[in-house]
């Protein structure tokens, strides 16, 4: 199957070549960490290395155009330059300008923005009819087909419709249209994915204190859901992780939102690690946030 790649070489490596296309790829970490960097680079690297194009839903109104235009601009610079001294060729954006190959993604990507839960869930039912027209058009080379679906967040429209209502209301009925709706989308995603065989990638968000039981000091990690040792856990809950294939946690090394840390002007080391996956074990990589994107840092 297509693979996505993520630009960092050692998490693509493990998962053979990057997200797969027909299964659910979830990716979540702190505010900050670089969550829709990699979103908007993926992107990017669907148009440039897979020859796909991308939809990207956002929900937290996060989504700049600018900085998705910098990561292609700065990402074919990077390429040619490694071109140039390697004499590799072969990648959409060979006698392209940076700026060019720019335009190509950014004619690539179509955007959709909402807050509710309902116009999501509504979202997922009229893309059927947008990705076979997108398709279509691919077909005549005019557009590229439909490889990959982002959604940033997942979380926040379902904490803004569910989990606000449940908490100042104490009601047992809204638990239970939040779970339904949950299953709902990930559903349809489930068949998005197989239908037009797309890498669907989820952002999700963290909430505080997770499922980890604290024993004789020390905490009982669950692997899939826990951030820094159960301090903080995946929003959405256990039911939610039955339905990704693969997850990525995205974490800083120390927690630049803690008051009193000081770095002495040097940028605090992030992390990208394989929670979740079918092809790898746990796996885990540095990288740092650039004008390309979210870059691997060299042991």
Request: charged share 25%; glycine share 8%; net charge negative.
């Amino acid at each position: 199957s297509v693979k996505i790649s993520t630009g960092l070489s050692t998490i693509d490596n493990h998962l053979h070549g990057g997200f797969a296309t027909g299964s659910i790829t979830e990716v979540v970490g702190r505010a900050g960490v670089g969550k829709t960097h990699l979103a908007q680079q993926l992107c990017v690297l669907a148009a440039t290395t897979s020859g796909g194009g991308a939809i990207f839903i956002d929900t937290e109104n996060k989504l700049s155009l600018g900085r998705l235009n910098e990561i292609a601009v700065n990402r074919s610079k990077r390429e040619k330059s490694s071109k140039a001294t390697s004499d590799r060729s072969g990648d959409v954006d060979d006698g392209m300008s940076p700026d060019d190959v720019a335009q190509y993604v950014m004619e690539n990507v179509t955007v959709r923005s909402f807050l509710s839960t309902k116009e999501l869930l509504e979202t997922l039912d009229v893309l059927r009819l947008e990705i076979t027209d997108r398709n279509m058009q691919a077909e005549t080379n005019s557009r590229l087909p439909v490889r990959l679906l982002v959604i940033d967040s997942i979380a926040a429209p379902i904490r803004r419709d569910f989990d606000m209502m449940s908490s100042s209301s104490g009601s047992s009925s809204s638990a239970a249209q939040r779970a339904a709706a949950l299953l709902q989308i990930a559903s349809k995603l489930k068949q998005l994915a197989s239908d037009f065989n797309l890498a669907v990638v989820v952002i999700n968000q963290v909430g505080v204190g997770g499922n980890s039981i604290k024993q004789q000091g020390e905490y009982q990690r669950n692997d899939t859901l826990d951030i820094r040792d159960g301090e903080f856990t995946a929003s959405l809950g256990t039911a939610w992780q039955y339905c990704v294939s693969t997850k990525i946690i995205l974490e800083h090394d120390e927690d630049p939102h803690k008051q009193g840390q000081h770095h002495n002007g040097r940028v605090s080391a992030r992390t990208a690690t394989i929670a979740k996956s079918l092809l790898s074990r746990r796996a885990q990589v540095e990288f740092k946030v650039t004008d390309e994107g979210l870059c691997e840092v060299s042991s």
